[in-house]
């Protein structure tokens, strides 16, 4: 089916550390990727996109890759702090459904000190 | 400039009952979309309003309704209360169908008992 998911329900890392949290998705129609930081409490907040014909694109600490060969995504976030913990969510689109967003399950990532 | 906000934050029903929800979006977005979240099916998608007019709907039950008024507001209704719908719901404002970014609020915790 039409699904986002996460390879790993948890991640657990040192500050300072590269983070990588991986996303496989199943649409070879999605043409937009997002990844999404959600704390606990509050909603979904944008951290970093990218359009299906890109292979990378960085942000402030972050960093999105895509392989449509594999259909895989990753977020790598680096020198991680504590401020990092939360779920994050990776979403797909495709011009199929619209503006809908289809999410993954998430990655709880835990940073400690 | 404000983000999206939702209200009530917190909301207590019994099976059977009906309740509304209602979300702002930001200033200028005239997109809204739904979606509902719960630790079992993650993020889903509900419905997502255009100028006053649902552009794409979900797969969820007839139960679950929307609308949206001239000033972009948008509320969602759920009607015939069901365990099951005790959940997180979301509401995200872009600025028009066409635009990328999803801007979401802190949701509204429904709890039905």
């Known amino acids: 089916g039409e699904s986002v998911g996460l390879h790993l329900p948890t991640l657990s890392v040192q500050e300072g550390d590269n983070s990588i949290i991986n996303c496989a998705y199943s649409?070879?129609?999605?043409?937009?990727f997002i990844w999404y930081k959600q704390e606990s409490g509050k909603g979904p907040q944008f951290i970093i996109d990218i359009r299906s014909n890109m292979d990378k694109r960085q942000g402030q600490r972050v960093t999105v890759l895509l392989n449509k060969t594999v259909k895989h995504l990753s977020l790598q976030i680096a020198a991680t702090q504590p401020g990092d913990s939360a779920v994050y969510f990776c979403?797909?689109?495709?011009?199929?459904?619209?503006?809908?967003?289809?999410f993954g399950k998430g990655t709880t990532l835990s940073v400690s000190s | 400039k404000a983000g999206v906000t939702q209200t009530p934050r917190y909301l207590i029903k019994t099976r059977g009952q009906q309740v509304t929800l209602s979300c702002s979006p930001i200033s200028g977005h005239r997109s809204v979309s739904w979606y509902q979240q719960t630790p079992g099916q993650g993020l889903q998608f509900l419905f997502e309003y255009f100028s006053e007019t649902q552009r794409n709907k979900g797969n969820f039950p007839g139960r679950f309704s929307g609308r949206q008024f001239s000033n972009s507001r948008s509320e969602m209704n759920v009607s015939t209360l069901e365990l099951g719908d005790s959940a997180l719901y979301l509401c995200?404002?872009?600025?028009?169908?066409?635009?990328?970014?999803?801007?979401f609020g802190p949701g509204t915790r429904l709890t039905v008992l």
């Open positions: 979403a797909e689109r495709s011009a199929q459904a619209g503006t809908a967003l289809i």
């Open positions: 995200a404002s872009s600025l028009d169908v066409s635009s990328d970014e999803q801007f």
């Open positions: 649409n070879s129609a999605s043409d937009y």
